[in-house]
């Protein structure tokens, strides 16, 4: 999608009109329908912050033309569905969730699974490489070994990359940042679903103030 189609997107999942956008931003509806439209491309950047923080996104998400990008520079890829933070009720994700197809490198990546990507969201995964804004692409799997990084949904229905470890029947969610506390999981008294393992982090577009 280019930025027009993104922001179109984004309003009508928010459930906003383009007044009510307008309105939030600083601008006036036609504003926001002549970037709809595309015939406004270039926003400052003060109008981008604001987009990105009424719509949780990265501020680059409204920047990069990811598909153009890699095009660009001769990288092959694959469209993957973009998650939202939350689970559904059962513990995994449904289509309401999906943000976005967005286009992800595809070396390393196997014809014959299934991938899905979410924004990674604080810094609790620091030490593994792991920064808040980074694009995180997982192979769906209902299960990964002792050790490995993956996605999981628990009790609080939303999604959380942690490294799986399990002892004595107990498992921990555990960040890899000293200053996080492992999520303690007794799966006999709580829900956990693994919803894949980690494949590729891709590092945020430098985009500044």
């Known amino acids: 999608m280019n930025v027009g189609e ?20 600083g601008v006036k509806k036609s504003a926001v329908a002549k970037w709809e439209k ?20 990265k501020p680059s998400y409204f920047i990069m033309d990811d ?11 694959v469209k993957v569905p973009l998650y939202e933070a939350l689970c559904c009720g059962n513990g995994g994700f449904v289509d309401d969730n999906i943000i976005d197809m967005i ?22 995964m620091k030490d593994a490489g792991i920064s808040d804004g980074d694009l995180l692409v997982f192979e769906k799997v209902n299960k990964v070994d002792d ?19 399990e002892l004595n029947g107990i ?18 008294n709580s829900n ?8 590729k982090v891709i590092k945020d577009f430098n985009w500044e103030d």
């Open 38 to 57: 595309g015939v406004v491309t270039n926003l400052k950047k003060t109008t981008i912050a604001k987009l990105a923080d009424i719509f949780e996104v």
């Open 147 to 165: 050790g490995v990084i993956g996605c999981f949904c628990t009790d609080t229905n939303t999604a959380t990359c942690k490294k799986y470890k």
């Open 6 to 25: 993104k922001i179109k997107y984004q309003r009508k999942r928010l459930g906003l009109t383009q007044t009510e956008l307008g309105d939030m931003i």
């Open 171 to 188: 498992i921990m969610l555990q960040p890899m940042n000293a200053d996080f506390d492992p999520v303690v999981v007794d799966p006999l």
């Open 67 to 77: 598909e153009k990008l890699y095009n660009d520079i001769e990288v092959s890829y």
């Open 192 to 199: 956990i679903r693994c919803l894949g393992k980690l494949k």
């Open 103 to 124: 286009p992800v490198p595809s070396k390393g990546l196997s014809k014959s699974a299934k991938y899905f990507a979410q924004y990674a969201s604080g810094e609790s």
